[in-house]
């Protein structure tokens, strides 16, 4: 995916500045030594906005929503679905009532492959999934094919980390649901949305976009992609742990039996059976990630604020020179393809240094990195290592952190006598 | 290089030396007791094979890919159970082998250090159950 | 159920006072006026405590956890797993692996009901429910039921609102899972699960226990209960929103295949299939609520300071002391059994003033009740009573709050012009 | 009794007297239009039968139960259509019903206000979808 387009200013050295200064984790020194933190794409850091608005939450206005008349249950319920609201349009989806709040994005494709799956694949179905998916958009088609009797079959990886599109219609032919990714996790590899949505929709089948990776690192268009399905998580794009939307369209949710029953979800309930609300409501039983609900919607302000475009321009140019830098290294090899189809998630091996031992050290230089399979183990098979480090970068990381990551990698090169 | 010195502990000569040139490393043909495990977080992976005869460990082997720590303190314990009786290695505790490797672990590493442990201990079970 | 026998001290007003002092939102002043919140079964509210937690959690150590070998990454991890263990202390649960985090304890019951029920329930097989359940503890069944042919039987409610166990084990005898509440959320009832328990038991049938109105309440022993899966929310006990716990015994959630599938859940995955993790592991699909677990400790750390049977007897004389008062009042219905049968959660109705009205009326004097069918139809049904008012107390409420919530009664009834 | 007065207005006589005396109570025998729904969150049910001629209604009943807000709005709601052409009802907006009401309602009890239209309109869109 090309640089969009943008007539808006750069991130400046000032702009990146004031944004770590928002950020308190930033001040900890972990071992005596300044945090740099490179491990954004697991679950990034929170500014003191998103932080201070749960505290707030809690302070003064926490109560169950929904069900309760008085002030400060009204102003729950509002902050709740004014934060729906925010978000749906962070992502440009049509409707802020197609955005279900989950726990995370492995919560959004799992309800998916619960009430969309066992609903609408039968035996001798086929699904499409790729082979860098991460587990949570694998293991759960996996199950869902064991369940029904449907097969599976897979878009390859290509050597350099891209997506081996040259029998992608053969493989969708006939299929009922294509999973993928919208960037990799482990690679950094942006996918093309917008181009694999039109193939499965050409052939007949839903999409299911794991947009973990994309949402919080470039602009993202739901309804310009034209996908069916997006999942992705609020403490990956400076939200809080707890909480993630899966979002589908209003036709397909509308159509879909609950997945989890209880309160909340319900319209008329007898002791032998009930009636269902409409969307979002339905998939949302019991009482909700409320306090998160709320911090996920300053951290979409903090984003929007910013600009998008400015962040995936940011990041890129960050990526840039990590990788400028990590391929002039001795004995360093970085997985994944060129900066031009890529994002801010770089992998790498040292010689023989396994990549716990590479992040052991790194560690003890305050700097936290990834190392290991990253949920990403038929990934690791193919590019056949069993573990790599990831560094991964976000809009409060520095030059200077990329250049204390070959610091420290040329440390670990000293310890482990390697040249 | 002192200013990484704690790391320089970590990963000193020995451990380094047995990371690179694993003792006893490889497989045995019809071990009498065998089993391999990983650390599902980690990748990290250990296969163990004994031969013992009247109850005592004469030959092991094993086989396994993972980082320094885990490699180096599975090579180190395959020295230290050769010609041991099984009721001492019975005895062998999570605290021994930290000892035999002689550095400190942090809490995220344990399950490296100890991975092969758990792999002797459960070789050993097995084999003692089905008899 | 008899009020525990205990050596410890009463909680003075002193103790009352102080604890006030540390939940933040009591200082506030809806419309004007204290607040006097009287809708903990809801949600409670959270102490400072719990609230510095999370925010000092987020500003120094937030990290995804077990798979980081740096240090925030570690001391995340560390706190997690270590709220698991007082969680699992705390309700006397054999082994903290037998405590599962889930959103809330709606999810807890669902997850038995999709990795429990679709194992183990066939066609033909009779699962028994009371008409006392939160819709929660209800629909999940439904629906297992209809999607297995599986039949519901129900345990009746007697006119003063307990469970009418006269046909218990004739209801039980076949039965294949016994779902009921510790504690009911509309009438206060409390239940003997040690007797349920055993009962379901002797009749083979799993026992599930809601017990979300118990936990936060009271001391819990799920051990001594001898029941088979205990659910409960951390926000109904001073923790945060977005988390919860399903216990269950070793030996079934050993047996039970996975609810989600995804990261952290796994062993070793392969394209076509994996395998899966040990408990809890194996039932925490995803970046979990970490946050929320540390809050939830906390929380956990609070009532333990207190202690469990002090804040169950000092909400058993406020309860005492509102029923007295309320039922003083001419044209005043409270619902359910008398105090040695019930905690402080009271249902009650006025005149033929609705529910929500009422509820209006109390919130301009900044009094917070429930008004409507609170997730129990069917029990509305039963009781015939289209909805109802509910008061609940907690530790931080005092003799003159229920004194509030009865001048507020009484003006409720001078504007509908009421004697 | 000035330190409720927001209450009292909320709660004033005619409200309330809707609410005990609602108009237009009961049911049509063979409707031509007709629908019921209920809040399902707070338990506030509503049905309305319409009977319709010539684009006219000519009559209407409602029967729900609820809270005073809910059921008095629905009653203001029956006086104020009877006679009226479908047309001028289908311009009815949730601004008129409250203006109608002529209280200040808090955003957690706008959807009993509203009720009685919302089932209204669903009677009427359903009878017009079927012709
Ligand atoms: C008895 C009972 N069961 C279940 C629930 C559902 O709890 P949650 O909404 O936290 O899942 C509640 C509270 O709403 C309750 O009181
Ligand atoms: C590409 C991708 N998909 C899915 C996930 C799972 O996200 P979560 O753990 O928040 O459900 C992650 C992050 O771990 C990811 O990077």
Same mark, same amino acid.
């Given at each position: 995916?090309?640089?969009?387009?943008?007539?808006?200013?750069?991130?400046?050295?000032?702009?990146?500045?004031?944004?770590?200064?928002?950020?308190?984790?930033?001040?900890?020194?972990?071992?005596?030594?300044?945090?740099?933190?490179?491990?954004?794409?697991?679950?990034?850091?929170?500014?003191?906005?998103?932080?201070?608005?749960?505290?707030?939450?809690?302070?003064?206005?926490?109560?169950?929503?929904?069900?309760?008349?008085?002030?400060?249950?009204?102003?729950?319920?509002?902050?709740?679905?004014?934060?729906?609201?925010?978000?749906?349009?962070?992502?440009?989806?049509?409707?802020?009532?197609?955005?279900?709040?989950?726990?995370?994005?492995?919560?959004?494709?799992?309800?998916?492959?619960?009430?969309?799956?066992?609903?609408?694949?039968?035996?001798?179905?086929?699904?499409?999934?790729?082979?860098?998916?991460?587990?949570?958009?694998?293991?759960?088609?996996?199950?869902?094919?064991?369940?029904?009797?449907?097969?599976?079959?897979?878009?390859?990886?290509?050597?350099?980390?891209?997506?081996?599109?040259?029998?992608?219609?053969?493989?969708?032919?006939?299929?009922?649901?294509?999973?993928?990714?919208?960037?990799?996790?482990?690679?950094?590899?942006?996918?093309?949305?917008?181009?694999?949505?039109?193939?499965?929709?050409?052939?007949?089948?839903?999409?299911?976009?794991?947009?973990?990776?994309?949402?919080?690192?470039?602009?993202?268009?739901?309804?310009?992609?034209?996908?069916?399905?997006?999942?992705?998580?609020?403490?990956?794009?400076?939200?809080?742990?707890?909480?993630?939307?899966?979002?589908?369209?209003?036709?397909?949710?509308?159509?879909?039996?609950?997945?989890?029953?209880?309160?909340?979800?319900?319209?008329?309930?007898?002791?032998?059976?009930?009636?269902?609300?409409?969307?979002?409501?339905?998939?949302?039983?019991?009482?909700?990630?409320?306090?998160?609900?709320?911090?996920?919607?300053?951290?979409?302000?903090?984003?929007?604020?910013?600009?998008?475009?400015?962040?995936?321009?940011?990041?890129?140019?960050?990526?840039?020179?990590?990788?400028?830098?990590?391929?002039?290294?001795?004995?360093?090899?970085?997985?994944?393809?060129?900066?031009?189809?890529?994002?801010?998630?770089?992998?790498?091996?040292?010689?023989?240094?396994?990549?716990?031992?590479?992040?052991?050290?790194?560690?003890?230089?305050?700097?936290?990195?990834?190392?290991?399979?990253?949920?990403?183990?038929?990934?690791?098979?193919?590019?056949?290592?069993?573990?790599?480090?990831?560094?991964?970068?976000?809009?409060?990381?520095?030059?200077?952190?990329?250049?204390?990551?070959?610091?420290?990698?040329?440390?670990?090169?000293?310890?482990?006598?390697?040249? | 290089?002192?200013?990484?010195?704690?790391?320089?502990?970590?990963?000193?000569?020995?451990?380094?030396?047995?990371?690179?040139?694993?003792?006893?490393?490889?497989?045995?043909?019809?071990?009498?007791?065998?089993?391999?495990?990983?650390?599902?977080?980690?990748?990290?992976?250990?296969?163990?094979?004994?031969?013992?005869?009247?109850?005592?460990?004469?030959?092991?082997?094993?086989?396994?890919? &993972?980082?320094? !720590? /885990?490699? +180096?303190?599975?090579?180190?314990?395959?020295?230290?159970? @050769?010609?041991?009786?099984? *009721?001492?290695?019975?005895?062998?505790?999570?605290?021994?082998?930290?000892?035999?490797? &002689?550095?400190? !672990? /942090?809490? +995220?590493?344990?399950?490296?250090?100890?991975?092969?442990? @758990?792999?002797?201990?459960? *070789?050993?079970?097995?084999?003692?159950?089905?008899?």
């Amino acid at each position: 995916m090309a640089l969009a387009p943008s007539s808006t200013p750069m991130l400046t050295q000032t702009d990146v500045a004031r944004i770590r200064s928002e950020f308190p984790i930033l001040k900890e020194r972990p071992h005596g030594k300044p945090l740099v933190f490179l491990d954004s794409a697991a679950s990034s850091q929170k500014p003191i906005q998103v932080i201070d608005a749960m505290d707030d939450y809690y302070r003064r206005y926490h109560a169950n929503i929904h069900r309760g008349v008085y002030h400060i249950s009204e102003l729950a319920t509002e902050a709740y679905e004014e934060a729906r609201r925010k978000i749906a349009r962070f992502i440009g989806a049509p409707e802020a009532e197609e955005c279900i709040y989950v726990r995370n994005a492995t919560e959004g494709i799992n309800l998916v492959a619960y009430s969309w799956g066992r609903t609408n694949i039968r035996r001798g179905d086929a699904i499409v999934v790729t082979e860098m998916e991460h587990h949570s958009n694998l293991v759960p088609w996996q199950i869902l094919a064991q369940q029904t009797g449907a097969s599976l079959r897979f878009v390859r990886v290509t050597d350099d980390g891209m997506l081996d599109l040259h029998d992608l219609d053969r493989l969708l032919d006939g299929a009922k649901l294509f999973a993928f990714t919208a960037v990799s996790n482990t690679l950094g590899t942006v996918n093309d949305v917008a181009f694999l949505s039109a193939r499965a929709r050409a052939a007949g089948a839903v999409s299911v976009v794991d947009a973990c990776q994309a949402v919080p690192r470039m602009p993202v268009d739901v309804a310009a992609w034209g996908s069916d399905f997006v999942a992705f998580s609020a403490h990956k794009m400076l939200g809080p742990t707890g909480v993630g939307i899966i979002w589908g369209r209003r036709e397909l949710l509308e159509a879909m039996p609950p997945f989890m029953a209880g309160g909340g979800m319900i319209g008329v309930v007898r002791l032998e059976s009930s009636t269902y609300a409409g969307i979002p409501a339905r998939f949302e039983a019991g009482t909700p990630a409320i306090a998160e609900a709320v911090g996920f919607g300053v951290a979409v302000d903090y984003l929007t604020a910013i600009g998008m475009d400015r962040i995936h321009r940011y990041e890129l140019e960050l990526a840039a020179y990590a990788l400028e830098r990590l391929r002039k290294m001795k004995n360093v090899v970085v997985y994944g393809p060129g900066i031009e189809h890529r994002t801010g998630v770089i992998s790498l091996t040292v010689g023989d240094i396994h990549a716990h031992d590479l992040a052991t050290i790194l560690d003890s230089e305050g700097i936290c990195v990834r190392a290991g399979h990253h949920c990403n183990q038929p990934l690791m098979e193919r590019l056949d290592v069993p573990a790599t480090a990831r560094a991964s970068f976000y809009l409060y990381n520095t030059p200077a952190e990329v250049d204390a990551l070959v610091a420290g990698i040329e440390k670990a090169k000293a310890i482990f006598k390697i040249a | 290089m002192n200013d990484f010195s704690g790391m320089d502990a970590l990963y000193r000569d020995f451990i380094l030396d047995h990371y690179r040139n694993p003792r006893n490393a490889g497989t045995l043909e019809q071990p009498d007791a065998s089993f391999e495990d990983l650390n599902p977080l980690c990748g990290d992976k250990i296969r163990m094979d004994l031969r013992i005869r009247d109850g005592v460990v004469e030959d092991v082997k094993f086989k396994g890919r &993972g980082c320094a !720590i /885990s490699q +180096a303190s599975a090579s180190l314990l395959t020295e230290s159970i @050769k010609g041991k009786r099984v *009721a001492e290695i019975d005895a062998i505790g999570k605290e021994d082998v930290l000892e035999n490797l &002689g550095i400190s !672990i /942090s809490a +995220a590493r344990l399950k490296c250090a100890l991975l092969g442990l @758990k792999v002797l201990k459960q *070789a050993l079970a097995l084999k003692y159950a089905d008899d």
